[in-house]
């Protein structure tokens, strides 16, 4: 009996030893369930409750006064009047040099023209005179074939005239239509060339 009971007592602690070893995890273990740990930590993610909301009205708001630049300083600066006055009086200087420049261009359109076709009606003339006095039949074939020609050219010139004149016109509708005086545009019109006073020839020579 006392040796039963004395192979209890033996058996007991390593029994319990043995027990005791199993259920403590090694430090393998330990390390591989911190790292479980913290990746299902990394992972979830937090809900915001009404609590947190709460917090959020309730924060302070902090705002930061930003200065304005020297560019945006100097756009609201007040202007100066007569710097204004002045700038205003040179842009309508401009605006009136080149609307001259622009009437000028077209009366020398309409001179050009005017002056071609006076030419144009002299050269006739003197064809005209020259057809007249030559005895030679074939010197005056060409003679009227000349005159024929020019006679062509001075209509020609007479429409660029005629279209010379319109755009004068029109160019006065536009400067008055733009805000310019009257007595503006007389004084850039100025005085435009007549048209020609020879009388009108016809193409063919009386022999």
Known sequence: MRKQVLVLVWLLPTGLFAQSAQETPSLAELAKREQERRAQQETEVRVITNADLKQLRSARVVTTATQPTKSQTDAVQEVDPDQAAADEKDEAAKVLAEWRQRFQEARG?????????????LK???????????????????????IASTFDEVQRQKEEE????????????EALQA????????????????????????????P
């Open 179 to 206: 805000g310019l005086l009257a007595g503006e545009v007389r004084e850039m019109t100025g005085m435009l060339p007549v048209s020609s006073s020879i009388t009108e020839l016809d193409s063919t020579p009386t």
């Open 162 to 173: 005629a279209a010379a004149r319109k755009a004068i016109m029109s160019l006065q509708q």
């Open 124 to 146: 006739m003339n003197e064809l005209r005179n020259g057809y007249l006095s030559e005895p030679d039949g074939a010197r005056r074939e060409q003679i009227n074939a000349l």
């Open 109 to 121: 359109r309409l001179e050009m023209a005017v002056n071609q076709v006076l030419v144009l009606q």
